[in-house]
T-cell receptor
Framework: EAGVAQSPRYKIIEKRQSVAFWCNPI?????LYWYQQILGQGPKLLIQ????????DSQLPKDRFSAERLKGVDSTLKIQPAKLEDSAVYLC???????????FGPGTRLTVT | SQQGEEDPQALSIQEGENATMNCSYK?????LQWYRQNSGRGLVHLIL?????REKHSGRLRVTLDTSKKSSSLLITASRAADTASYFC??????????FGTGTQLKVEL
């Protein structure tokens, strides 16, 4: 079974630029999550989708972050404009349904200079 | 915000020894999960224990949950160098949202 795919794996941008990350979950997984992991900390949930609907985006900085999962399969997370404090690893995860085991992708390491 | 706090923050042991990590949390939960993260394999789910369970085993892993004390422990028996990683507890609460702790860095030396 193929795992969660993410791209790119690494990205370096300057502050105030925009960036987008892509995630393809495991086939058949209805629930998709985006996490932000800052160095030395645990992952923090940014947004949770159930199929193509948003379940929880309470910790998503909506003035600069946006995410979509239009067809209920793959998803994109965008940051515009980026700030220095956005430097982190962005992890995508999926699960069959909420509350079940989550499967994580390899992450995208973002550096904002 | 981080719900769980792992203790210790860092742990160094010899191969073959047992490693115990603890997690404390603040609010009521539906389940508690443990994950491992290393540079090679990313973040991997280890075990899930539901709020009505007290103990669960999986291979060399043993997890306990005490909801009255709002705490959990992860025991890795007969540790191996390959167990070197960061270990996170994650609490599943309302809406099945997972909240991760700060992690324990385990180093297993040969």
């Amino acid at each position: 079974e193929a795992g969660v795919a993410q791209s790119p794996r690494y990205k370096i941008i300057e502050k105030r630029q925009s960036v987008a990350f892509w995630c393809n979950p495991i086939s058949g997984h209805a629930t998709l999550y985006w996490y932000q992991q800052i160095l030395g900390q645990g992952p923090k949930l940014l947004i949770q989708f159930q199929n193509n609907g948003v379940v929880d985006d309470s910790q998503l900085p909506k003035d600069r972050f946006s995410a979509e999962r239009l067809k209920g399969v793959d998803s994109t997370l965008k940051i515009q404009p980026a700030k220095l404090e956005d430097s982190a690893v962005y992890l995508c995860a999926s699960s069959l349904s909420p509350g079940n085991e989550q499967y994580f992708g390899p992450g995208t390491r973002l550096t904002v200079t | 915000s981080q719900q769980g706090e792992e203790d210790p923050q860092a742990l160094s042991i010899q191969e073959g020894e047992n490693a115990t990590m603890n997690c404390s949390y603040k609010t009521s939960i539906n389940n508690l999960q443990w994950y491992r993260q290393n540079s090679g394999r990313g973040l991997v789910h280890l075990i899930l224990i539901r709020s009505n369970e007290r103990e669960k085993h999986s291979g060399r892993l043993r997890v306990t949950l005490d909801t009255s004390k709002k705490s959990s422990s992860l025991l890795i028996t007969a540790s191996r160098a390959a167990d070197t990683a960061s270990y996170f507890c994650a609490t599943g609460g309302g809406g099945n949202k997972l909240t991760f702790g700060t992690g324990t860095q385990l180093k297993v030396e040969l």
